[in-house]
């Protein structure tokens, strides 16, 4: 199975400060098809995952620009460029390129 | 508009098995794989597996031999099925559609001896 290594573990950011989120996979998440499937997820507290990003790069709709993917092969980064306190959650990378599908451990953002 | 919503018992007890079902609408389950993913309590996120708009499934290896997942489109409900429980698999157990970004409330399941 592909391992995502999610880094780090908990983040605690001021209100208009920039966050950056590392995520790390075992093997290359380049697909047959070229495509790489790697998706961000914000599980915001007492909710279901909400997808932020797909394809490493992609904002899904209604999603603000101040987030940002970027990555390729096995190294993926998630930025914030200013937090705001709508971001405070656990922030998930979620790998689809190979089965079965594997999710990183979570990053816990807090708002300072 | 489209919705996700999983039932399930609340409280199985060990060895037992588990049926959680999904009730979707707003689109056709023939178009789009469902999967289930579960969450144990403080913990992060499982993949358990998906059935695929043909039909056709992938699961979890850790939990392949115990887990089974189909569905019956003409109701538009796709089932989880796993056996012999134990205590480590409570969890809140999630239905979705990953492509589409379409995720269900949850459901949770305990499991007690």
């Known amino acids: 199975d592909v391992v995502m290594t999610q880094t780090p573990v908990s983040l605690s950011v001021a209100i208009g400060q920039p966050a950056s989120i590392s995520c790390k996979s075992s093997?290359?998440?380049?697909?047959?098809?070229?495509?790489?499937?790697l998706n961000w997820l914000l599980q915001r507290p007492g909710q279901s995952p909400k997808r932020l990003i797909y394809?490493?790069?992609k904002l899904d709709s209604g999603i603000p620009d101040r987030f940002s993917g970027s990555g390729s092969e096995t190294d993926f980064t998630l930025k914030i460029s200013r937090v705001e306190a709508d971001d405070l959650g656990v922030y998930y990378c979620?790998?689809?390129?190979?089965?079965?599908?594997?999710f990183g451990s979570g990053t816990k953002l807090e708002i300072k | 508009q489209v919705q996700m919503k999983e039932t399930g018992p609340g409280l199985v007890q060990t060895t037992q098995t588990l049926s959680v079902t999904c009730t979707v609408s707003?689109?056709?389950?023939?178009?789009?794989?469902v999967h289930w993913v579960r969450q144990a309590p403080g913990k992060g996120l499982e993949w358990m597996g998906i059935?695929?708009?043909?039909?056709?499934?992938n699961y979890n290896s850790a939990l392949k031999s115990r887990l089974s997942i189909s569905r019956d489109t003409s109701k538009s409900q796709v089932f989880l099925t796993m056996n012999s429980l134990q205590t480590d698999d409570t969890a809140v157990y999630y239905c979705?559609?990953?492509?589409?970004?379409?995720w269900g409330q949850g459901v949770m399941v305990t499991v007690s001896s």
């Open positions: 979705a559609s990953i492509t589409n970004d379409y």
């Open positions: 707003g689109f056709s389950l023939t178009s789009y794989g």
């Open positions: 059935i695929w708009g043909d039909g056709s499934t």
């Open positions: 093997q290359s998440l380049v697909g047959t098809s070229g495509k790489t499937y």
């Open positions: 394809l490493v790069s």
């Open positions: 979620l790998q689809g390129t190979h089965f079965p599908l594997t």
